[in-house]
């Protein structure tokens, strides 16, 4: 069964502001894999559990023609509410019930989103909508993080990671996933021409906001924030100020790097 954690215009609101984009190294794996494989261009993309539409976007400059899934409705408002090029459209629809016809798509994708389906029931889904010679893309970001800052950087890591292990407890099982690498979802796809990538690492250029935005936005927060309001409110603010201190600044809004290990499973559909 899927599990639908995303749901409320708040957390759809603050994901939109604060996830970021597939990152270059990421985007740059994806582009040549894609160029290795199809001899003729894409007509038809879908990107699903595209959330508030960061990797919609992406795909959207490259593509003819695109289309955006999520079983969110408040997801699906944030990305129509964003600026979008012409050749991007959004559907509300589980992952597992895709509105194309059999053999219709020549690329479908998903974004740090595939280890919240019903893996069975989508891999069963894939099989049936993509194209033969078609490609399959499914990418996450993993835990693997670290942030730069000056003479300060390994002292921030810390604190970040030490962050986030707390967070720990309030993490969905779903995402053992993204924890072991997609390893499971790499041998769950039906195509024998497939890899899995576990190396691919990106600079995100952020701030100090940025970070604690996207802590805020990730499911364990949201979890953390109904289980102990109170403890949650005053979480983020304390983890800004010792940010802040480590890096010996007063500005939120200061940049920052922030460096994160992408996992990305790639395959092709026999002709």
């Known amino acids: 069964m899927?599990?639908?954690?995303?749901?409320?215009?708040?957390?759809?609101?603050?994901?939109?502001?604060?996830?970021?984009a597939p990152g270059e190294e990421l985007k740059q794996t994806i582009l040549t894999y894609l160029r290795e494989k199809r001899a003729n261009p894409a007509e038809l993309v879908v990107d699903v559990g595209c959330g508030s539409g960061q990797?919609?976007?992406?795909?959207?400059?490259?593509?003819k023609k695109v289309v955006g899934t999520d079983i969110s409705e408040a997801q699906i408002q944030e990305a129509r509410d964003a600026p979008s090029p012409p050749n991007i459209s959004y559907l509300v629809c589980p992952a597992e019930e895709l509105p194309f016809k059999d053999a219709s798509v020549d690329l479908l994708a998903s974004?740090?989103?595939a280890h919240w389906f019903d893996i069975e029931k989508f891999m069963r889904e894939a099989n049936r909508v993509v194209k033969p010679g078609g490609c399959v893309v499914i990418s996450t970001y993993?835990?693997?993080?670290?942030?730069?800052?000056g003479n300060c950087s390994e002292k921030l890591t810390?604190?970040?990671?030490?962050?986030?292990d707390l967070l720990l407890k309030y993490t969905h099982n779903r995402v053992n996933h993204v924890l072991e690498d997609y390893k499971e979802i790499f041998e769950a796809i039906?195509?024998?021409d497939k890899k899995r990538i576990t190396n691919i690492f990106d600079k995100i250029p952020m701030t100090v906001a940025g970070v604690i935005g996207y802590l805020e936005s990730v499911s364990p927060y949201q979890a953390f924030m109904k289980s102990d309001p109170e403890a949650a409110k005053s979480f983020l603010p304390e983890t800004e100020k010792r940010m802040l201190e480590t890096m010996g600044v007063s500005s939120r809004e200061t940049p920052v790097e922030f460096?994160?290990?992408?996992?990305?499973?790639?395959?092709?559909k026999g002709q």
């Open 158 to 164: 810390e604190v970040f990671r030490e962050v986030w």
């Open 55 to 63: 990797g919609t976007r992406f795909l959207a400059e490259h593509f």
């Open 142 to 149: 993993t835990r693997d993080m670290s942030l730069r800052y």
């Open 190 to 192: 039906p195509f024998p």
């Open 259 to 268: 460096w994160v290990r992408h996992v990305c499973v790639l395959a092709c």
């Open 111 to 113: 974004f740090t989103a």
């Open 2 to 20: 899927a599990t639908q954690l995303f749901e409320g215009r708040e957390h759809a609101a603050v994901y939109q502001k604060y996830r970021f």
